[in-house]
C-alpha cells in the first residue's frame, strides 16, 4: 500500500481539499443518510433493523475516518480500522451474509463519495488546472482508502465466517435454515433428517421467540441458558431447539404436546425472569411444519418492531400484542408510514413532549371506548385533565379522521417513536 496521502501536493489543491473535507464535515450526517440509503438497495443489507443500525455505524465511521484524513494529510499507513466497520462485517459473517454484498457496499461508497467531491469542486470555482490537480488526489486518497479498509474488512468477515462455521452448533443453523427456507411440505426423508439432527420432533406445537441483547459482545451461552429456563417455566415436555443466528441472537422454538400454556407478552415476561439487557420478541404457538415456520415468521415480525427504535420498549414483545402485526407490515415502508402519519395526525406527529402526551391520552382514551372516566382511570389522571387534553388532541388534528385509522396512527407512533414522527 502506498502512502499517496504523504506525497507533496500544492498549496492551491491543499487549501481545495481543506474546503471539501470541512463541507463533508459540515454535511456529513446528510451525508451518511444518504449512503445508508443507497446501499441498502444492495441484496441481503436490508432485512434486519439491528444490521441496518450497524450498516449507518459503519458508514459514519468510515466517512469520518475519510474526512480526517484529507483534513490532516495522515497516510493511509498508519490508520486502524474502525470497530464499526470490523464489527460490521463480524455480523454479515454470521448471518451468512455474501461477502459480495459487503464488497459491493464499500465500491458504492467510493463511488458516492468521488461523486460528492466532484460536485463540491465544481462550486469552489477554481481554474480548471487546480480542479483537475484537485479532483485527482482525493480520487487517488479515496481509492487507496478504500482499496485498505474493504481488505482489512474482508479479512475479518472471512476470518469471523471461518469461526462461525467451525463452531459447536454450525449444523444445527444450517438444518433449521434449511427447513425454514423450504416451500410446501419437506418429504418423508427432510423431516427424518432434520429430527434426527436436532432431537426435536415436528409433529407438535411450537412457539418460537428471538432472544437477543443490543450489546454486541453478549454471550451465547448466557442467552441460551435463558431460552432453556423459558422452557423449563413453560413446562415444555421436550427440549426447545436452539440456533444462534449471531453472537448476541438466538433463535429457539418451545415444544409442547397438547394444551399450550399463556404465551402473551405479559405472561411471558412475568414467567421468564430475563436477565438484565436481555430482550424477547414471541410469535404465536402453530402446529406441525407449518406453525414452525410461521411462529419464526411471527418472532421475525415483532423483533422488527422492537429494534426499529434500539433499546425502546419493553423487554418482551409479541406479535399477539395490540398493533404488532400491523406495525411490523408498516415498519418495512418508514418514509411512506410517516408521510402518512404526518399527513394524519399533523402538528400532533410532532417529536415533542407536549405532543407525545396528547397522542398517548388520545390512543387511551380510543382504547377505552372514548370513555373519559375510564381513560383517567387507566392513566391515573383527573377527569378534567383528560378532558382538556382530548379537547386540545381534537383540535390539534388537521381534520376529523376515521378513529380506526387515528388508533392505529397512534399505535404505531407508541412503537415506532422517533423514527416516525416529525423533528
Keep these: 500500500m502506498t502512502e499517496s496521502t504523504a506525497?507533496?501536493?500544492?498549496?492551491?489543491?491543499?487549501?481545495?481539499?481543506?474546503?471539501?473535507?470541512?463541507?463533508?464535515?459540515?454535511?456529513?450526517?446528510?451525508?451518511?443518510?444518504?449512503?445508508?440509503?443507497?446501499?441498502?438497495?444492495?441484496?441481503?443489507?436490508?432485512?434486519?433493523?439491528?444490521?441496518?443500525?450497524?450498516?449507518?455505524?459503519?458508514?459514519?465511521?468510515?466517512?469520518?475516518?475519510?474526512?480526517?484524513?484529507?483534513?490532516?494529510?495522515?497516510?493511509?499507513?498508519?490508520?486502524?480500522?474502525?470497530?464499526?466497520?470490523?464489527?460490521?462485517?463480524?455480523?454479515?459473517?454470521?448471518?451468512?451474509?455474501?461477502?459480495?454484498?459487503?464488497?459491493?457496499?464499500?465500491?458504492?461508497?467510493?463511488?458516492e463519495y468521488n461523486r460528492l467531491c466532484l460536485e463540491m469542486l465544481e462550486d469552489l470555482e477554481l481554474s480548471e488546472a487546480v480542479s483537475i490537480r484537485a479532483a485527482s488526489y482525493l480520487a487517488r486518497v479515496l481509492f487507496d482508502y478504500i482499496d485498505w479498509i474493504s481488505q482489512q474488512v474482508f479479512l475479518a468477515y472471512e476470518n469471523e465466517r471461518r469461526r462461525w462455521i467451525g463452531a459447536e452448533g454450525n449444523v444445527l443453523s444450517s438444518t433449521v435454515n434449511h427447513l425454514l427456507d423450504g416451500d410446501g411440505e419437506p418429504k418423508p426423508y427432510e423431516l427424518e433428517a432434520f429430527e434426527s439432527e436436532t432431537g426435536y420432533r415436528l409433529d407438535r406445537t411450537h412457539l418460537a421467540a428471538i432472544l437477543w441483547t443490543p450489546d454486541p459482545t453478549g454471550m451465547l451461552t448466557e442467552i441460551d441458558r435463558a431460552a432453556r429456563s423459558l422452557a423449563a417455566a413453560l413446562r415444555s415436555p421436550a427440549a426447545p431447539v436452539i440456533t444462534a443466528s449471531d453472537r448476541s441472537t438466538v433463535w429457539v422454538w418451545i415444544p409442547f404436546d397438547g394444551r399450550v400454556p399463556p404465551t402473551d407478552a405479559a405472561s411471558i415476561a412475568e414467567r421468564a425472569s430475563l436477565p438484565a439487557g436481555l430482550r424477547m420478541a414471541l410469535g404465536l404457538p402453530g402446529d406441525g411444519v407449518a406453525g414452525?415456520?410461521?411462529?419464526?415468521?411471527?418472532?421475525?415480525?415483532?423483533?422488527?418492531?422492537?429494534?426499529?427504535?434500539?433499546?425502546r420498549g419493553p423487554q418482551v414483545v409479541g406479535y399477539g400484542d395490540r398493533g404488532i402485526a400491523v406495525v411490523s407490515v408498516m415498519a418495512r415502508d418508514l418514509p411512506s408510514t410517516r408521510a402518512w402519519i404526518g399527513d394524519l395526525l399533523g402538528p400532533l406527529a410532532a417529536d415533542t413532549p407536549n405532543a407525545q402526551i396528547l397522542r398517548e391520552t388520545l390512543s387511551e382514551y380510543l382504547a377505552s371506548g372514548e370513555s373519559h372516566v375510564r381513560t383517567a382511570e387507566r392513566m391515573t389522571l383527573h377527569r378534567n385533565t383528560v378532558k382538556y387534553r382530548i379537547g386540545k388532541a381534537m383540535e390539534t388534528l388537521p381534520r376529523p379522521g376515521d378513529r380506526m385509522d387515528l388508533a392505529l396512527a397512534l399505535t404505531v407512533c407508541e412503537y415506532l417513536g422517533p423514527v416516525v414522527v416529525a423533528d
Aim: aromatic share 6%; glycine share 2%; charged share 25%.
Design 292 to 311: 414452525f415456520r410461521r411462529s419464526h415468521r411471527q418472532a421475525r415480525a415483532a423483533y422488527d418492531v422492537a429494534t426499529v427504535v434500539p433499546r
Design 7 to 111: 506525497d507533496p501536493v500544492d498549496a492551491e489543491v491543499r487549501a481545495a481539499v481543506g474546503v471539501i473535507a470541512r463541507r463533508f464535515h459540515e454535511r456529513e450526517q446528510e451525508i451518511i443518510d444518504h449512503m445508508t440509503a443507497r446501499m441498502l438497495e444492495i441484496d441481503h443489507l436490508d432485512g434486519d433493523p439491528v444490521l441496518v443500525d450497524l450498516l449507518r455505524a459503519s458508514v459514519e465511521a468510515n466517512i469520518t475516518t475519510i474526512n480526517h484524513v484529507l483534513s490532516n494529510d495522515i497516510p493511509i499507513a498508519h490508520l486502524q480500522p474502525t470497530t464499526a466497520a470490523v464489527e460490521y462485517a463480524f455480523r454479515l459473517a454470521q448471518r451468512e451474509v455474501p461477502s459480495n454484498s459487503l464488497m459491493r457496499a464499500y465500491r458504492m461508497g467510493e463511488y
